[in-house]
């Protein structure tokens, strides 16, 4: 629940709450708020400042955290990205469970605070969809790709490489 504010309505002091997030032009002049998370949400910030993000309709079920490829399907979709063979590679990943079909905001850098169960260091895309791990994949046809660094268990700062498909 946002903080709340005394203002000059026509002469009646009126109280209203600050905004956490907004919709766009409607919002001009009003007073922002912080998010749960003490931050000032993205939809605030001006163009070109804040997360690289943009949203995507998924074409299957992903949860908060999962590593994603975006692809054509009648357009761009997310899907969980999936070292097991070629054309999965990570381009990105997504903060929120999201159902299939729905539109998810997927985040093209960053840190993705959503992860759980890493080793600090260097991470490569998983041949479990969706994850990373500290462990290059081996197996012919497998895709070795760095996704990023892990700085702890539950944080990895995603920088997207280029995939190589072993041989």
């Known amino acids: ?3 709340k504010y005394l203002y000059n309505n026509a002469g009646a002091i009126t109280e209203k709450a600050a905004i956490q997030s907004s919709a766009g032009a409607g ?6 708020a912080l998010d749960t998370n003490g931050r ?18 998924t074409s299957e079920a992903l949860a908060a955290g999962d590593l994603v490829n975006v ?27 999201v159902s299939s079909g729905a539109a998810a905001t997927v985040y093209f850098e960053g840190t993705n605070n959503q992860v759980t169960g890493l080793t600090p260091g260097v991470q ?4 479990t969809p969706g994850q ?3 462990t290059a994949p081996s197996g012919a046809g497998q895709v070795v790709q760095r996704v ?3 700085t702890a268990a539950a944080a990895l700062n995603f920088q997207s490489q280029n995939p190589i498909v072993l041989a």
Request: hydrophobic share 50%; aromatic share 6%; net charge negative.
């Open 148 to 150: 990023g660094f892990a």
């Open 71 to 97: 692809w054509n399907s009648t357009g761009a979709k997310a899907r969980k990205a999936d070292a097991s063979a070629a054309g999965k590679e990570a381009h990105g990943f997504v903060l929120a469970a």
């Open 132 to 134: 990373a791990t500290a």
């Open 1 to 3: 629940m946002a903080d």
């Open 40 to 57: 000032i949400d993205n939809s605030m910030m001006p163009v070109g400042i804040g997360a690289d993000t943009a949203s995507i309709t």
């Open 27 to 32: 919002d001009a002049g009003k007073i922002p």
């Open 124 to 127: 490569f895309l998983s041949t």
